[in-house]
C-alpha cells in the first residue's frame, strides 16, 4: 500500500519536537519511501531492552518520522486497571500512536507466549495491510523468543488436574517440587521450588500428555516465516546506570501512586498475591507491604530488588540474542538513537 502525500505532508508538520527542523522534508520523504519498502517485504522492527532503559521513548520518537503501530512484547501491560507499576504509556500516547496488546486482560486472567505468538501474526497482517509498520516494544524476551522460535505443541489447560495441583501446592508446596524432579530433572533444575505457575504448568503437561516438558521442548517446532525482524535493543554498558534508573523510576511510580493503585486492586476482593498479574514487580512487594508483611522501607528495598533483578535476567537474555543491533541508553542521546535505528532499518531495506 502506498502512503498517500497527506500522510507524508503530516509526519512533515509533525516533525521531531525534541529538535525543531533536525530533519529535512527531503529525510522525512526517504525514510516514508524506507518505510514502504519493509511493508511490501513484510519486515517488523523490534526494539528489546531491559525495564527502564527508554523503549517506549524510542517508539514514540519513531512514530514522529514514520507511520508505526506498537505491538507491546511486555507481560504486564495486557492488565487492565495497572497502570502505574507497569509505566504502561499515557492516555495521550495511547491516543497519539496505535498501541496494541494493552489494556487487553482483567488480572484474573492469564495469557502465555502461546496466545502471544498467535495474537502477534494476526495483528502484524492487519498492520501491514494498513500501511504501517509494526513495531514491537518491550522487555518480556521469553515473548520474543517464543515469536522468533516458535512454540513446542503443549497440551491445553486441564482444569481439574490443575485444580488438583493447586491444592496440592497450598497443603506443601514442596510436593510439587519433589514430583516434577522425579519425572522431569532438567524442567525441575530450571524452575525455581517457589514458583507455582511454572510448577503445576510443568506437572499438568505431564499428567494430560504422558510426556514431561522437556521431551516435548525437544520436538521440532514449526517454521515461523509470516514476517521478518530488524532487531534493536537497548543495552547499557554501565549497570549502575540503570539501577539509578530504576531508582528514579520506581520513586515517581510511588509518587504517582503505586500504593494507591494496588489498594484499589486488593479491594475488588478476587485477587490475590499469587496471581500471575499479581506477581509483577513492584505489585507482588507493594501486597505483601499493604497486608502487614513488611514494613515501608522494607518495602521499597525489596521492589528495588526486585526490578534489579528483573532488569539482569533480561540482560543476559539479550547478551545472547543472535543479530541484535546495540544501542547505549546511556551514551547516546535520543536523537543518536533514532538516527540510528532509521540507519539500520535504511540498510535492511537495501539488502
Known amino acids: 500500500m502506498k502512503l498517500k502525500d497527506k500522510e507524508i505532508n503530516l509526519n512533515i508538520r509533525n516533525n521531531f519536537k525534541v529538535a525543531p527542523g533536525l530533519f529535512s522534508t527531503e529525510q522525512l520523504s ?5 518505510a514502504e519498502q519493509c511493508i511490501a517485504q513484510k519486515t517488523c522492527l523490534a526494539i528489546m531492552g531491559p525495564t527502564a532503559s527508554g523503549k517506549s521513548q524510542l517508539s514514540m520518537d519513531l512514530a514522529r518520522v514514520l507511520p508505526i503501530e506498537i505491538i507491546s512484547v511486555d507481560s504486564a501491560l495486557i492488565y487492565r486497571q495497572m497502570d502505574v507499576g507497569t509505566a504502561k504509556p499515557t492516555a495521550q500516547e495511547l491516543a497519539t500512536v496505535p498501541h496494541h496488546l494493552i489494556n487487553t486482560h482483567d488480572p484474573l486472567q492469564t495469557y502465555s507466549a502461546a496466545e502471544f505468538v498467535e495474537d502477534v501474526h494476526g495483528l502484524v497482517a492487519d498492520i501491514l495491510g494498513r500501511g504501517c509498520l509494526p513495531v514491537l516494544v518491550g522487555g518480556t524476551m521469553m515473548y520474543f523468543n517464543a515469536l522468533q522460535q516458535g512454540m513446542s505443541d503443549l497440551p491445553e489447560a486441564d482444569k481439574s488436574v490443575r485444580e488438583a495441583l493447586q491444592a496440592l501446592w497450598v497443603q506443601d508446596p514442596s510436593q510439587l517440587h519433589a514430583q516434577l524432579h522425579d519425572i522431569d530433572l532438567v524442567s525441575a533444575q530450571r524452575i525455581h521450588p517457589n514458583d507455582p505457575q511454572r510448577l503445576i504448568r510443568a506437572l499438568e503437561v505431564f499428567k494430560t500428555s504422558g510426556k514431561t516438558l522437556t521431551e516435548l521442548r525437544a520436538l521440532p517446532k514449526p517454521s515461523l516465516s509470516a514476517f521478518k525482524l530488524i532487531k534493536v535493543a537497548l543495552l ?3 549497570r549502575s546506570k540503570l539501577h539509578d534508573q530504576i531508582g528514579v523510576r520506581f520513586e515517581q511510580m510511588l509518587e504517582k501512586g503505586l500504593l494507591q493503585e494496588v489498594k484499589q486492586l486488593m479491594q475488588r ?9 499479581m506477581r509483577s514487580v513492584g505489585y507482588r512487594q507493594a501486597w505483601l507491604f499493604l497486608q502487614g508483611d513488611y ?8 521492589g528495588l530488588v526486585a526490578t534489579r533483578q528483573l532488569a539482569k535476567r533480561q540482560l543476559t537474555w539479550l547478551r545472547k540474542e543472535p543479530d541484535l543491533e546495540l544501542f547505549d541508553p546511556f ?4 536523537i543518536e538513537r533514532l538516527e540510528g535505528v532509521l540507519n539500520l532499518i535504511q540498510s535492511h531495506v537495501r539488502h
Open 269 to 277: 476482593g478476587d485477587l490475590h498475591a499469587d496471581l500471575t498479574a
Open 30 to 34: 526517504q525514510w516514508l519511501k524506507m
Open 236 to 238: 547499557p554498558q554501565d
Open 295 to 302: 514494613d515501608y522501607p522494607t518495602f521499597i528495598e525489596k
Open 331 to 334: 551514551s547516546t542521546t535520543r
